[in-house]
């Protein structure tokens, strides 16, 4: 006895099937119901033929909640990876509430904390912001390629990014918090405001480079406005 269901043909031979297996009717049976898609066998001569618009609905509310679901993960994919790109390119200034005392290129003629004269164009931008102790920023996320006191007695840090490196010059003696090959995102505190090395006084010297050492930037092009 074969039995069509939605469009399928049914040859009932358990007694609890799905709709979408083959199955043969038992002599010893004595009814075939069915409820949401599923077979139970009774009694050969009574067939109920399962509700196919209940049937289909069901197929439909759940395919839809598949489709649902993989939209949501679709969803939440593309805002991580949004998110993350945001976080590359996220910049901050060096220093809170800085105010600038000598700018990129200006030509400076100075005297230093030891009485000695000093003269060149300036390679950075010099921040104060009138706390001796002002945290100094990592200004974008990055790799700590330089970390520690150069010739001259500055204690300094220097970050490489994606194409450019910056530069961290004259924070306190011992302050620093990062140490070469740290990674370390916008924002972090990499050590404290001071005056060590040729300086005039409390501040920061924050530089942009093309290379580790060498390839002066307008530190500008790259700050947040």
């Known amino acids: 006895m074969a039995v069509a269901v939605a469009g399928l043909t049914a040859l009932v ?8 297996d083959e199955i043969r009717i038992l002599p010893a049976a004595n009814a075939i119901t069915v409820s949401s898609g ?4 009774n009694n050969p001569t009574t067939v109920t033929i399962p509700d196919v618009e ?12 598949i489709a649902l679901q993989k939209q ?3 969803e939440a994919a593309a805002a991580a990876e949004a998110a993350r790109i945001a976080e590359e390119n996220r910049t901050v200034l060096p220093v809170d509430g800085g105010q600038i005392t000598s700018d990129f290129g200006v030509v400076r003629n100075v005297i230093l904390q030891d009485g ?3 003269s060149d164009v300036h390679n950075g931008v010099d921040y104060v912001n009138g706390n001796p102790n002002a945290p100094i920023r990592a ?3 990055g790799t700590v390629v330089e ?4 010739s001259s007695g500055a204690y300094y840090v220097i970050i490489k990014h994606d194409g450019h490196y910056s530069n961290y010059y004259h924070m306190a003696a011992g302050s620093l918090t990062v140490k070469v090959g740290d990674q370390v995102s916008a924002g972090q505190t990499i050590g404290i405001m001071g005056s060590t090395g040729f300086s005039t006084g409390n501040h920061l010297h924050f530089g942009i480079s093309s290379a580790q050492n060498s390839g002066d930037l307008n530190p500008h092009d790259f700050l947040p406005s």
Do not use: H, P
């Open 13 to 20: 031979s358990s007694n609890t099937v799905q709709a979408d």
């Open 38 to 41: 599923s077979f139970s066998i």
């Open 54 to 65: 209940v049937y289909l609905k069901e197929v439909e509310a759940e395919e839809k909640a």
């Open 72 to 74: 949501k993960e679709a």
């Open 116 to 118: 000695r004269y000093w």
């Open 139 to 141: 200004y974008k996320k």
């Open 147 to 150: 970390a520690g006191v150069n």
